[in-house]
Structure formats: C-alpha cells, structure tokens
C-alpha cells in the first residue's frame, strides 16, 4: 500500500511537472493567435494540474526508499504516461492527426527517435514545433534524471529510478548523491544546449529554428523545422556544427564532469570513448573515399561522410543529401553504424559502444583460450580488470536485442512491407534512430504503416529507449516474487 502512495504521488508529480513544462508552448499559441493550439495544450494542462492538486492534498508525505521493483515499474509507467500526455496536443490541434500517429509523434519525441508521420512540418503551427522539441529535449537526458533532482522533496531516494532509467552495463555516480549528480548532469546538457543554439544562430539560423534544432541535437533526436532538414539550409557552417555537437552529445556525461574536474588522465584512458572516435574516423574516412568521385570535390566528400556517420554513430538521425543515392558501400557502412549507437551515459539510443568493446575484447580472450586452454583472461576497460558478470550482461541483452529485432522485423514484413525495409525500420525505433534505407529513408516517413505497426513501433522504441530490461524484467512472474 505503501509503495502504491508513492507510485501514484510521484507519477502525479511528474504528470505535473510535463503541465508546467507545457505552459511555454501555450503562451507562444497566445502570443501568436493559434486558437486551435490554445485549446490543445490548456486541456491537458487543466486536467494534470487538477489531478495532481487531487492526489498530493488526499495522499500523505511518506519517507522511504524505492524497491527496485518499484523503481523499474516508475520508469515505465512514467514513459507511458508521458508519451500518452504529451500525444494530446497533437491529437486536439485540429490538422487531423489521429490518436495513433499522435501518440507515434509523442513517443518518437520521449524517446528521441526522431521519426515522424507528418508529412508538411513547416505547415504545423509553431507552438506544437515547439513542443515537439521540447518533448525531444526532455527525452534525451531522461525525464526520471530531472524528477530525481527534485525527488528529495517527495522523500523518495532516487538511485533505483536512475539504474532503471539507463541499464547500461555499468551504473557509476558522479557524486555520493544521485539528486547531486543528476543536477550536475542537467547543468552540461542545459550547457551543451545553450552552445549549440548560439552556433546555430551564429550559422545563419533563425532563433526558433535554432532553439529547435538545438533541441534534436542535443538530444540526439534529428527533429528539424523543415520538411528538407538540414539540407533546406543548404549551409556547410550550418552541417559543420551539427556534425560537431551530434558526436558530442553521443558521448558519455561523465566524460564532461572529468574535464570540469580537471581529470584528464581518466577521459584519455576512457576505452569507451577513444573506442568511439575511432569508429566514427574510419567510417567517416571509408565513406569519403567511397563518395569522393560523386561530388568532384574532397572537402565536400568529406562533409557529407563526416555528418552522416555522426548522425548514424549518434542516433540522431539528422539529414541533409539522400545517402540512399551513394554507392552500396557507403550505405552498408552507415547501415552498419546503426547496430552501434552511441556511448553509454549519453542521450544516444542503440546497443551502444561499449558493450560492442566488451564483446570484442572478450572474443580476443576465448581465441586466447583456445591457444592458452589453461590461461586465465580477463577483459580490461579504462585500464581496470572487468567483472565477468559485465560480460555476462552484455551477452545478454545483445542477444535480447537481436531477438526483438527479429520479432518486429517478422512483423513488419507479416503486413506486406519487404525484407529489407521491415529490418530496416525496425533497427531504426529499436535503436532510437529514426532513419534507415528503403521505406524509411531520407526522403520518406513512417506514414505509410498500419496503425498496429505504428502502435508496435511507440513500444519498441520505448523499449529500446529504456535498454530493454527496465520493460521486460516487468514480464517475469519471478520479479513481482521477490
């Protein structure tokens, strides 16, 4: 009964937290006479802010700490509920979106996938663009990590919430306490974000435009204002710039605190990270050298092939040319970057960089085994021995990974879409993408699915937004047990 309370508080809390966040979109509807997207955001806005009064006047404060049962069901429900919430405006604005693409269009920003049914952006009103990049930006660092901060209030510790947040194969605290490191973590995203918009007004943005796209970038989201992305701008200052804070924001936050604390021995020495700045350098050089011959010129080669193995490294899922027009190998490297993702710790989706680093170093160490039967190896990272346990989890969900892949992509193509697209599409909201090659390319959406698979699609990419045990360790009868 108790844990129920804080369930239903905190959830509240949240619910009118996501009221408050949309009372900034509200006022630009004032301001610029969008009478349909006044009445879109003060409903939901009305109704959290009733329930919430509602629930913290009847229910009372109660000090304790989370289960890590009741942490990972948070998560999820939080998720759900966002996604849910944030579907309203979309669904009231009065542009005949239905609830289904509505709710696909609040999961892609909580999540920042970046995908999308609307087929004119330009055309949407620009209050619901602003909240679409809010919705994005929240996304990226994670709604639980900014209600964390604020959790102590409601006496709630919020390490659990966290771990269930970001599972990845290592949890690591900034500073002894969460609520300290969460708002130490917010403080460079806010900043990350801040730096970016000013390059991007700087590059010839308009200042909406560039709030917008700092948003996606920052949180590794790919949104855009306009229908051609970042090609409409047709600006190398502009790719060069996104290019730049994709791959930064695709890297591990606590790398950032290291360099404000002066720790530089650890950021050279982070396997993780030199790891993905390798992988990003070769794709980038391999595709150059591919596309070279397409555009006549290096420097322009080069630009197109360093921003779209950021893009795909990072999972933002940016655009500027068609890359489904270059030749076969350029596109199997970016669709290879797909299966990577980012760094762990970061606003990026997919498997992330270093359970692929584990997996390698441990497949060195079994080919050792078989030359060495009775040697003993261990894999090294930062240049500290590895638990085998970290090996055991990754091998676990990159196989889960793969599985749900399998699963989605079985029925993407059970509806009548081909091979290669269903598999495509599905990498792309599993691994928080957005694009991918065939019917999701750079020049297409998601608009042309069933209902049923845009409803798989809101799952999965939550799933995959969640790392995948957050959700599914709530499937086992054995977890509710303990």
């Known amino acids: 009964m108790k ?20 009372t900034a979109p509200l006022v630009m509807a004032f301001i610029l006479h969008e009478t349909e997207m006044i009445k879109a955001f003060a409903f939901p806005i009305a109704v959290s802010f009733f329930a919430g009064l509602l629930v913290i006047t009847c229910t009372k404060k109660q000090r304790t ?19 849910f919430f944030g579907s309203v405006p979309y669904y009231l604005s009065g542009l005949g979106i239905s609830f289904t693409n509505a709710l696909f269009e609040s999961s892609c920003g909580f999540a920042t996938t970046g995908a999308t049914t609307i087929q004119n952006i330009e055309a949407l009103p620009r209050s619901l663009m602003l909240w679409r990049g809010m919705t994005h930006w929240f996304g990226g660092m ?4 900014f209600t964390v901060a604020l959790l102590p209030i409601f006496g709630v510790g919020g390490f659990q919430l966290v771990k269930a947040e970001s599972p990845g194969p290592e949890q690591e605290k900034i500073t002894p306490k969460i609520a300290s490191s969460a708002k130490i973590l917010w403080l460079v995203y806010i ?3 801040v730096i970016v918009m000013l390059c991007l007004k700087l590059g010839g943005m308009e200042w909406f435009d560039a709030v917008i796209h700092s948003f996606g970038i920052a949180a590794t989201g790919g949104l855009s204002t306009k229908n051609a992305g970042l090609a409409y701008y047709d600006s190398a200052a502009i790719e060069i710039i996104s290019t ?8 591990n936050f606590n790398i950032y605190y290291r360099i404000i604390r002066g720790k530089w021995e650890d950021v050279f020495n982070n396997t993780e990270l030199r790891a993905y700045l390798g992988i990003f350098a070769a794709a980038s050089i391999a595709i150059t050298l591919n596309i070279v011959s397409d555009y006549g010129s290096l420097p322009e080669a080069f630009r197109y092939a360093c921003f779209y193995a950021a893009s795909f490294l990072s999972t933002s899922g940016a655009v500027t040319v068609d890359y489904q027009m270059w030749p076969s190998f350029a596109q199997t490297i970016l669709f290879g970057l797909m299966f990577v993702g980012g760094c762990s710790a970061s606003t990026a989706g997919g498997i992330k960089v270093i359970r692929h680093v584990i997996l390698f170093k441990q497949a060195g160490n079994e080919l050792r085994r078989i030359i060495f039967p009775k040697g003993i190896f261990s894999i090294q990272i930062n240049k500290k021995v590895g638990r085998k346990d970290v090996v055991y989890g990754v091998a676990g969900f990159v196989f889960v990974y793969s ?20 598999f495509s599409a599905s ?20 608009a042309v699915f069933p209902d049923h698979i845009k409803w798989l699609y809101s799952f999965v990419m939550t799933l995959g937004r969640l790392e995948l045990w957050t959700v599914l360790i709530l499937f086992r009868p054995a977890f509710w047990r303990r």
């Open 3 to 22: 844990n129920s309370i804080i369930l239903l508080r905190v959830l509240t809390f949240i619910l009118v937290l996501a009221a408050a966040l949309m």
């Open 65 to 83: 700490h989370l289960q890590a049962k009741t942490g990972f069901l948070l998560v999820f429900l939080t998720w759900l509920v966002m996604s």
């Open 142 to 145: 994670g709604i639980i990590v």
């Open 191 to 193: 900043g990350l974000t």
């Open 244 to 251: 730049v804070f994709m791959l930064l924001a695709a890297m």
């Open 403 to 422: 599985i749900i892949l399998f699963i989605t992509t079985l029925v993407a193509a059970a509806s009548g879409f081909d091979l290669f697209s269903s």
């Open 427 to 446: 990498l792309a909201v599993l691994g928080n993408i957005g694009i991918g090659f065939g019917t999701v390319g750079p020049s297409q959406n998601y």
